[in-house]
């Protein structure tokens, strides 16, 4: 099992952000089947003011890249992406385009 790590900036807009924790809380059943079939096993998301951390823990043979040709051709996964971009933006150092960013691990006890 591999874990990784991920953050995302959402919009500082209490309002928006009640919404997208809305949005989550009842998270459509496509897009819950389109993070297992990716090969997810455990997906858990915190926020402390409008920062999200992402905690996945998947199979040894996940890939990002074959995740996102999945994910480029589900209409249900694209219907969401579009959809929480009202309330997400992006990471100050992000490139053009990115949203959640790996992070990288600097310390382990």
Partial sequence: MKRYCLAL???DDPI???EYEKYHRNSWPENLKAIKDAGIEVMEIYRTGNR???IM???DDFSFEEKSKRDAINQKVQEWEELMWKY???LPHAKAGEKWLVMEKMFEL
């Fill in 88 to 90: 997400q933006q992006a």
């Fill in 9 to 11: 900036d959402l919009k």
């Fill in 16 to 18: 928006l952000i009640k």
């Fill in 57 to 59: 823990e998947t199979k």
């Fill in 52 to 54: 999200l951390f992402m």
